[in-house]
């Protein structure tokens, strides 16, 4: 089933982007008639030219700095309670996400064959050589660390903020455990996990041009790295502890058992045997060698588990 410009909404969190963001909204108009300016207590008004498109554009003023996934987060709960949207796209203010891909983020979805579908910029390598290379190394390291929090090993690029979301699947997940900051983008993701919503991803480039970014970069890694271990542990309890017991939960706490107890097993007989100058037994060493092959073995069988049971496109 095609979709129709009624049926679909775009959200546009605004901060600081008024040279962009007349721009933005007119090539947006071409793909919905019902667009969210998100004003997250902006520095920088909005321009008053957007005042004649108000047939179309919805400004919603923010009283306090929500961040840019708090601003989204009102924005969607705005379009979740208008009947004929379906599917609902977040853009960028900032004019760095070029409009024409939006038939191709919103078709999956129509067709029924995706849930969730983002754009992934690393799999245009000429946009990849273009993109500054701080971006690139952080993005390649993150995204890595997102598989393993989020359980979708099959996608990359987790930090692209364009993409496009059923309202079905939107309505299933608890607002609440979506970041409000950068770190929105993998956390709403990490929640798809479990509704086992399909994610597909299309390549597209980015653009850079002078605007300035308000993103602190060297703050992304320590601020992501605890957030994506957070996200990791709950997932891992939820999904194997909480919600099913399977084959994986076995793997997962005898590994752990297994491979710790060989550790401990041999630190403390090598502690016991070095304090009284005495060599270790051969035997005693097997022994530990063996629980930790083994106990590792069995968290790699874990880990392919859990790949194999990344949700996959319908």
């Given at each position: 089933?095609?979709?129709?410009?009624?049926?679909?909404?775009?959200?546009?969190?605004?901060?600081?982007?008024?040279?962009?963001?007349?721009?933005?909204?007119?090539?947006?108009?071409?793909?919905?008639?019902?667009?969210?300016?998100?004003?997250?207590?902006?520095?920088?008004?909005?321009?008053?030219?957007?005042?004649?498109?108000?047939?179309?554009?919805?400004?919603?003023?923010?009283?306090?700095?929500?961040?840019?996934?708090?601003?989204?987060?009102?924005?969607?709960?705005?379009?979740?309670?208008?009947?004929?949207?379906?599917?609902?796209?977040?853009?960028?203010?900032?004019?760095?996400?070029?409009?024409?891909?939006?038939?191709?983020?919103?078709?999956?979805?129509?067709?029924?064959?995706?849930?969730?579908?983002?754009?992934?910029?690393?799999?245009?390598?000429?946009?990849?050589?273009?993109?500054?290379?701080?971006?690139?190394?952080?993005?390649?390291?993150?995204?890595?660390?997102?598989?393993?929090?989020?359980?979708?090993?099959?996608?990359?690029?987790?930090?692209?903020?364009?993409?496009?979301?059923?309202?079905?699947?939107?309505?299933?997940?608890?607002?609440?455990?979506?970041?409000?900051?950068?770190?929105?983008?993998?956390?709403?993701?990490?929640?798809?996990?479990?509704?086992?919503?399909?994610?597909?991803?299309?390549?597209?480039?980015?653009?850079?041009?002078?605007?300035?970014?308000?993103?602190?970069?060297?703050?992304?890694?320590?601020?992501?790295?605890?957030?994506l271990f957070k996200k990791f542990i709950s997932r891992i309890w939820r999904s194997y502890f909480v919600y099913d017991f399977n084959i994986?939960?076995?793997?997962?706490?005898?590994?752990?058992?297994?491979?710790?107890?060989?550790?401990?097993?041999?630190?403390?007989?090598?502690?016991?045997?070095?304090?009284?100058?005495?060599?270790t037994p051969v035997g005693t060493i097997m022994i530990s060698a063996l629980l930790i092959i083994l106990g590792f073995q069995l968290l790699?069988?874990?880990?392919?588990?859990?790949?194999?049971?990344?949700?996959?496109?319908?």
């Open positions: 089933m095609g979709l129709n410009k009624q049926q679909i909404g775009i959200v546009i969190p605004y901060y600081n982007a008024k040279k962009h963001i007349e721009t933005v909204v007119r090539k947006a108009l071409e793909y919905s008639d019902t667009i969210v300016i998100v004003d997250d207590k902006s520095p920088e008004a909005l321009p008053e030219s957007l005042q004649q498109l108000k047939d179309a554009v919805t400004i919603l003023h923010e009283k306090e700095n929500l961040g840019v996934g708090g601003a989204t987060k009102k924005g969607f709960l705005h379009l979740q309670s208008l009947p004929d949207i379906k599917v609902i796209i977040k853009l960028d203010a900032d004019d760095q996400m070029d409009t024409a891909y939006i038939p191709q983020l919103v078709a999956p979805i129509g067709n029924g064959d995706s849930d969730f579908v983002k754009g992934n910029r690393f799999r245009d390598f000429r946009a990849l050589k273009n993109m500054p290379w701080p971006r690139r190394f952080g993005n390649l390291f993150l995204s890595f660390l997102s598989k393993v929090a989020t359980g979708y090993w099959n996608c990359f690029d987790f930090n692209n903020g364009f993409f496009a979301i059923s309202t079905n699947s939107l309505k299933l997940i608890d607002s609440n455990k979506i970041a409000n900051n950068y770190f929105f983008e993998t956390s709403l993701i990490a929640e798809l996990y479990y509704q086992k919503a399909s994610i597909k991803e299309i390549a597209m480039p980015a653009i850079y041009g002078e605007e300035t970014s308000n993103m602190k970069v060297f703050q992304m890694p320590f601020l992501f790295s605890i957030n994986g939960t076995l793997y997962i706490v005898f590994g752990h058992v297994l491979f710790f107890g060989g550790i401990i097993y041999g630190g403390i007989n090598w502690y016991h045997y070095a304090s009284k100058d005495i060599l790699l069988q874990a880990i392919q588990f859990d790949i194999l049971n990344t949700p996959k496109e319908k």
